[in-house]
Nanobody, 120 residues
Framework: VQLQASGGGLVQAGESLRLSCAAS????????MAWYRQAPGKQREVVAD???????NYADSVQGRFTISRDNAKDTVYLQMNSLKPEDTAVYYC???????????????WGQGTQVTVSS
């Protein structure tokens, strides 16, 4: 299973970016998908997650500004980031909890990370 993330870049404060992450490979089911981020000198933190049924959760710091969504037919998760702030600057990683086969346990897979830089 591979996760391919895209959509990062350099923007000014107040602007928007949309991240995408597509899962591919041998998968029986893709369950919760999530976005994490890691800023320099800080621990990785969860930004938002979404279940296969569409239930979402957000970190307090992004509530109301970021929207997570997914296309189950494409095994793809998105993160729409609006009103970006300099403190949103980080490497963003996508995560998927995948069951490879009908008899296997769920495993966590990670994308390669995409840089988001917000200038003031």
């Amino acid at each position: 299973v591979q996760l391919q993330a895209s959509g990062g870049g350099l923007v000014q404060a107040g602007e928007s970016l949309r991240l995408s992450c597509a899962a591919s490979g041998r998968m029986f089911s893709v369950n919760t998908m999530a976005w994490y981020r890691q800023a320099p000198g800080k621990q990785r933190e969860v930004v938002a997650d979404i279940t296969s049924g569409g239930t979402t959760n957000y970190a307090d710091s992004v509530q109301g500004r970021f929207t997570i969504s997914r296309d189950n037919a494409k095994d793809t998760v998105y993160l729409q980031m609006n009103s970006l702030k300099p403190e949103d600057t980080a490497v963003y990683y996508c995560n998927a909890r995948v069951r490879d086969t009908i008899i296997s346990r769920e495993r966590d897979y990670w994308g390669q990370g995409t840089q988001v830089t917000v200038s003031s």
